[in-house]
């Protein structure tokens, strides 16, 4: 009878023994909240807009000497126009150029004139730009909407001219140049235009800050 009340003491204290020896096992700490993601250290606040009259060429490669594809992101007849001149300007450089094909060039051409001929209450938006030749496409009045600053002030801005360039390799999607030109608008905006284009392409192979070359 004693041989048994050992043994069984015995079986007790081996069972018994892990729990005694590691109480904090008993408790399974609560896991830990997970850290916030921080973001690559590459990544950089996006640089502010170009002040107007000057231009900004990001060469990441040469422009390569293949076919390029020049597409407007707004079809106006000051945009076709301007297309024409960016296309004499690659094809100078040796490319093949066309509309379709090749690497793609995105161009966008901006022209906004908030002046309205002053504040008299006449100011609308849509209407013939103008820049528009004769033939062009009619374009719409929105009488109830006039074009006018909030304070009432009778003040005229300087009409502005941006372009912008951005050309895609046709295989990758990735940008492989890009650049961007504004000028206020003194006299006709298609020479404006022209000389914004010219400035461009004359030290494209090269990031920069410039000039736009817009007329005095």
Known sequence: MKMRIIALGAALASILAPTLASPASAQTPPPKAPTPSLPPPTMQAPAAALP??????????????SKVAVQLSSDTELGRHLRGKV?????KRGNEVGFSGGNVMRMDVTYLDLSGGGYDGNST???????A????????EMP????????????????????????????TGKVL?????????????????????ETIFSDADK??????????
Do not use: F
């Open 87 to 91: 296309m004499e300007r690659l094809a």
């Open 52 to 65: 107007l009259g000057k231009l900004e060429v990001k060469a990441y490669d040469k422009i390569p000497k």
């Open 144 to 171: 109830a909407n006039r074009l006018e600053r909030r304070d009432r002030l009778d003040t005229k801005s300087t009409p502005t001219l941006r372009i912008t360039l951005s050309l895609y390799a046709v295989d």
């Open 133 to 140: 030749s004769p033939g062009s496409n009619p374009r719409p």
């Open 207 to 216: 990031s920069h800050i410039a000039d736009a070359g817009c007329p005095l």
């Open 177 to 197: 140049w890009g650049a961007a030109a504004s000028c206020g608008i003194y006299g006709d905006v298609h020479r404006v235009g022209e000389l914004m284009v």
């Open 125 to 131: 938006i849509g209407g013939q730009p103008s820049y």
